[in-house]
């Protein structure tokens, strides 16, 4: 969709250089903005967000590459022009005076006066509108600063919606909001998008970009990472490059759109790990595996269990069955196949809810523990194994339900590095 009859889009932004002094903040940046289009500009502290957006404010002017507006360059526009284009509500949302709310609101018409005139009865309406949009009219005849922050980024909010632009250009418009105000706004934007404005955003929280926008540039280092529909950018991949973290990406329940739990660099050696168990418990140790860049498989599991959803996210093998269908001996094969690919196996729990199915005659007593290191989990041989897969692994490893996260990550590393003995495989494989 074009912005206007010429169809150039609203915003243009081809590779844009910006340093400050002998900091290159953003290298190569191009950025494109549609009407009817949200896009989310997400990226770890320092990437380089804010600098895009002052470029597409004229606020900093480029080392390089151009930025045009509706297809005119940015320097070649007045301020007042600008101001027609594009509204902006500012990350620092500090200001120097002590404007009355309402004021503040109404210098979003500035750019639609002429030198000598006042506000008339659109400029007004226009302000009442944005006022009740922003819902600041509670307090508009306080001082912008006797307001709260959240408040205050409201107000601004508001007179950027006074401007009346056909792009809003927005710098964290959540950051200091409750949740009700934050799905608040981002629904604000979303319709003024839909009825054909467009907005672009610096947004930290991944989960709301990907709900809110029709698109996401990913920027790192100063640059383009990814550009795309969320739920093609929003992949682990893509996350873990940009943020130095682990994520693992699964779907918001209520939304369908990707939701991400990141975790913290564990620098893992990587590994090949089938997993074991049913359930959150052996979910949250899929995620977690596969969130460290492990390659992990799971199954047997019942089709649509929390562990086969987690995987299936994670983009890992999963051997599913139906639902109460028990475990036949080609879904068992086909998941010792996976286990006998894997460095280790992991048994979460170490319970077995095949067991009574397999007709398995196991003691729990007669735990066969090679040791365990100071992640306190079992190392052993197969004879927990009551379902017959994961004594396929060279390895096995019983993972207690409530694991903790780190112990889970060293048993993984332990039991990679120092091999465990383990009953000659088959010795209790069911028949
Ligand atoms: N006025 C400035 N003078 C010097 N360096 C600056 C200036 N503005 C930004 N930078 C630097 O440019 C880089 C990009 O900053 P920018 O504010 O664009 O990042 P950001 O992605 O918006 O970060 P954050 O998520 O922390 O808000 C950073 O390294 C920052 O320190």
Known sequence: ???????????????????????????????????????GLVGPNGAGKTTVLRAIKGTVDPDGGTVRLDGDPIDGLSAREVGRRVASVPQDTGLAFDFRVRHVVEMGRTPHLGRFDGHGPEDVAAVDEAMAAAGVERFADRSIAEVSGGERQRVLLA???????PALVLDE?????????????????????????????????????????????????????????????????????????EPFVGRNPATGTPAVTAFPRSDADLRRLHVVGTGPDAARVVARLAAAGHEV?????????????????????????????????????AARELAAEADVALVVDGRDDDRDRDGGDHDETGRDSHGSGSHGLDSHGPEHDVSGVASAAERV????????????????????????????????EPT
Do not use: K
Request: charged residues 25%; glycine residues 8%.
């Open 1 to 39: 969709m074009s912005a206007d009859d010429t169809g150039d889009p609203l915003i243009a932004v081809r590779d844009l250089d910006v340093a400050f002094g002998d900091l290159e903040a953003v290298s190569g940046v191009d950025v494109t903005l549609e009407s009817g289009s949200f896009v």
């Open 159 to 165: 007179r950027a919606l006074a401007q009346g632009t």
């Open 173 to 245: 418009p959540t950051a200091s909001l409750d949740v009700n105000h934050a799905v608040t706004t981002m629904d604000l934007v979303r319709d003024l998008v839909d009825d054909g404005r467009a907005a672009i955003a610096a947004i930290h929280d991944l989960d709301m970009a990907a709900r809110y926008c029709d698109r996401v540039v990913v920027l790192a280092h100063g640059g383009v990472h990814a550009d795309g529909p969320p739920a093609e950018v929003l992949d682990a991949g893509a996350v873990r490059g940009a943020f130095d973290a």
């Open 297 to 333: 498989s799971l199954g047997v599991v019942p089709e649509g269990d929390a562990a086969a959803v987690a995987a299936t996210d994670a983009d890992a093998p999963v051997v599913t069955v139906p639902p109460f269908a028990g475990v036949d001996a080609a879904s068992r094969a």
């Open 397 to 428: 490893v019983e993972v207690p339900a409530d694991v903790d996260e780190d112990d889970l990550l060293e048993a993984v590393a332990d039991a990679s590095t120092n091999p465990i003995e383990a009953e000659p495989t088959g010795s209790t």
